[in-house]
């Protein structure tokens, strides 16, 4: 059987932003490595009922929770590196005004305050989960969502460009779980919209567009 694929963490320097303090960096960057480590393990495991080819009847219950698991701690992984990466210290608020997300924001919603607002609803929506600004590939259209349990609600094709952790671990020790609001508006303070552009760039619909 071919190798399986071996995740690694990636590193990331965030110490040092906008109301978020750097404790809370360091429990969410260990976090995010356990489900590194549990996405190698889970995909070892499900490895093992595959080498002989084929997953019997008695096997089925163990095999099937093992690939629901990993679907969580796989994502999980992901959603964690998009974020981190969407982060950076001296981070300009909003976006200039030639980004390519502000042209798709404006060509999308009609004017970035009305994306903010939205995007911030999103945010605030009671549960844990993330805030996720996705593109279209098809026509370039910018449209946000709430992802909750990491693989529930991520919408198929959709790619995301900018992504806001809103479990409470990503706030929790800076502000008290009333308090997400601030922990928004801390959030958007760090934004590497650099980063966001990067990603809806490189869509062909939105570079034909653009």
């Known amino acids: 059987m071919k190798q399986m ?3 690694t963490a990636k590193s990331f320097d965030l110490h040092g932003l906008h109301g978020i303090s750097d404790r809370t960096i360091d429990m969410h960057l260990k976090l995010y490595e356990g489900y590194v480590a549990a996405t190698n393990t889970l995909t070892a495991h499900i490895r093992e009922f595959l080498k002989d080819g084929k997953v019997d009847q008695e096997e089925m219950p163990a095999y099937s929770e093992l690939t629901r698991r990993l679907g969580f ?3 999980g992984m992901v959603l964690h590196e998009y974020y981190f990466e969407n982060l950076t210290r001296g981070g300009s608020g909003d976006p200039k ?7 798709a924001v404006e060509d999308s ?4 305050d009305v994306w903010k607002t939205d995007f911030a609803g999103v945010g605030k929506i009671r549960g844990v ?6 593109a279209n590939p098809a026509n370039g259209r910018l449209s946000n969502h709430w992802i909750t349990l990491h693989e529930i609600g991520n ?3 959709f790619i995301p460009v900018l992504v ?3 479990w409470e671990h990503a706030y929790l020790l800076d502000y008290a779980p009333s308090e997400r609001a601030d922990y928004i508006q801390a959030f958007f303070s760090n934004v590497n919209w650099q980063a966001v552009d990067a990603r809806l760039s490189a869509q062909p619909a939105y ?4």
């Open 155 to 157: 919408v198929a094709g």
């Open 73 to 75: 701690e796989y994502n």
């Open 5 to 7: 694929p071996h995740y």
């Open 207 to 210: 570079a034909r567009a653009g």
């Open 97 to 103: 005004r030639d980004s390519a997300f502000l042209r």
């Open 164 to 166: 806001m952790d809103a």
């Open 109 to 112: 919603f009609g004017s970035y």
């Open 129 to 134: 989960g993330w805030a996720m600004c996705y």
